[in-house]
């Protein structure tokens, strides 16, 4: 492995990771407006920063999730394994993980990566898989989650927006500042994991943000819906504000990606973008094994190991995700 060829002498400097995995975020993003078997949906969004981290790397067209749900999906991304490896981590109600069973940021932290996430983190029901409230980043808060009912139910001329985007940057900022105490000499790679519920259904998005805070028309989402699903107006409203969910966590992504760059590290990580199954409340979506469940967004940048610009059309698991980032490490 490259921690092995380190250890052994290698001086190749090893990569920073930013792992950033969307709650409930199928594959919806502009990226996939025009290439492959494009949904038409994709059309109407505008992903600009998941799309940078496309075109300057590679975008996977036919990514699939071990297993279209929550808890299962997250066990066997973490660990790479299948989740029904991971016992009563994999379950829904009454999860437990078994620290026996070695995860990939836990393992980097052991190869010396300094560890640490913000939001759900281990993307579950236990953040046992990550390091728990050790390694746990919060300290600006947890509202992204609830983007637009936060934005929609604020009054006055505060910019909620604004604030909430700068939750996200102060989280990662309070994460570098603590790895960069260690010492300017001190060349200890850090692995930050991003995981964003915004497009979690939860209590339910708020109705009609989609076109208010995003532009999204559900009336341009006519002749545009799945097959599957009823082109009526109800149901193309709630479409267009599970979309308007997935521009703001692009929009918390463009945060991350600025705040590598103002410090000079951008370049020298490795970032991996990409969600846990399809969208909640749809049918054929969420916890079923249907296209629309099982397939989610994945781009990936490394300059100087990834080429840019590269489509793959092949189907890949995301849980092949822990071997290969700890090969990268």
């Not at 009454?94 to 069973?101: F, L, P, S, V």
């Not at 236990?126 to 009054?155: E, P, Q």
Request: aromatic share 10%; hydrophobic share 35%; charged share 20%.
């Amino acid at each position: 492995s490259a921690w092995q060829q380190h250890m052994a002498g290698d001086s190749a400097p090893r990569p920073n990771i930013l792992f950033v995995f969307g709650e409930d975020w199928g594959r919806f993003a502009s990226a996939y407006a025009h290439v492959g078997d494009a949904c038409r949906y994709n059309e109407l969004l505008s992903t600009p920063n998941f799309d940078r981290v496309a075109k300057e790397g590679v975008l996977f067209l036919n990514a699939r999730a071990p297993a279209p749900g929550c808890n299962p999906c997250r066990s066997s991304v973490m660990s790479g394994q299948f989740f029904w490896q991971t016992g009563l981590g994999a379950i829904e109600q009454g999860t437990a993980w078994d620290e026996n069973i070695p995860t990939w940021p836990l393992e980097l932290e052991k190869s010396g990566y300094f560890l640490g996430y913000t939001y759900e983190g281990d993307f579950g029901k236990t953040n046992a898989r990550i390091g728990g409230k050790r390694t746990a980043f919060n300290s600006a808060g947890h509202r992204f989650g609830d983007f637009s009912r936060c934005v929609s139910k604020a009054t006055g001329e505060v910019d909620v927006k604004k604030e909430l985007l700068e939750e996200v940057r102060e989280n990662f900022q309070s994460f570098l500042e603590a790895h960069s105490k260690r010492g300017e000499d001190d060349q200890t790679p850090f692995c930050y994991c991003w995981g964003p519920t915004t497009t979690h259904r939860g209590d339910g998005w708020e109705p009609g943000s989609g076109k208010k805070l995003w532009g999204i028309d559900p009336n341009s989402l006519q002749g545009r819906m799945p097959a599957f699903m009823p082109d009526v107006h109800a149901i193309r409203q709630d479409l267009s504000d599970y979309m308007g969910e997935c521009c703001a966590l692009d929009a918390g992504l463009g945060v991350l990606l600025e705040e590598l760059s103002r410090r000079g590290a951008l370049d020298q990580t490795l970032v991996v973008v990409t969600g846990d199954h399809g969208p909640p409340g749809f049918p054929r979506a969420k916890a079923t094994c249907y296209d629309f469940g099982a397939q989610v967004p994945l781009a990936v940048r490394w300059p100087g190991h990834v080429p840019g610009q590269r489509v793959v059309r092949d189907f890949v698991s995301t849980m092949d995700l822990a071997p290969t980032l700890c090969e990268a490490g």
